[in-house]
């Protein structure tokens, strides 16, 4: 009975796991279309979804440690070792749920070195056009006493938002 618990841990956790996959797949689409109002509302959607995932990690630790003792493994032993261990008695579930969590883990980092690269690039692509407007706006054009027009800088300013 103590593994069945340890299951449906594991089997919570994918499911979490699952549900942050689902926001970074619909954050790098509306990366794409640069759909700003979309995105602040998918942060707050995956700030509600870690603090959850951070929530349920304590009860798989305390279920994980319990497991490891009760199958004779170190305390610091992983969650492969285990799923090997409990294999050899006939059950497979701890090994099937291994192996999920390693390939929604794994799908997660992809999307988010995707999702951080497309960030990267939109804001050296705004970074790039406000310097060019700031190079414009400092060298306009200015129509002189002489009658003719005259380069000399306005003095326009970049504020920097972080600052």
Do not use: W
Not at 25 to 32: F, K, M, P, Y
Not at 107 to 129: L, Q
Not at 131 to 157: C, D, F, K
Request: net charge negative; aromatic share 4%.
């Amino acid at each position: 009975m103590a593994l069945r618990t340890l299951i449906t841990a594991l089997e919570t956790q994918v499911q979490l796991l699952e549900e942050l996959f689902s926001l970074l797949d619909r954050e790098t689409r509306e990366l794409s279309d640069i759909n700003l109002d979309a995105m602040a509302e998918i942060n707050g959607m995956k700030e509600n979804v870690a603090s959850r995932i951070e929530a349920h990690s304590v009860v798989l630790r305390k279920e994980l440690g319990e497991a490891f003792s009760r199958q004779g493994l170190s305390a610091k032993a992983t969650l492969g070792e285990l799923a090997a261990s409990v294999k050899l008695q006939g059950n497979n579930d701890i090994s099937r749920l291994h192996e999920e969590l390693n390939s929604i883990a794994g799908r997660i980092s992809r999307a988010i070195i995707i999702n951080s690269e497309i960030a990267e690039r939109f804001a050296a692509s705004v970074t790039s056009s406000l310097e060019l407007l700031t190079r414009v706006i400092n060298q306009s054009n200015i129509y002189g006493a002489s009658g003719g027009y005259q380069h000399r800088p306005a003095g326009a300013v970049m504020i920097n938002r972080e600052a």
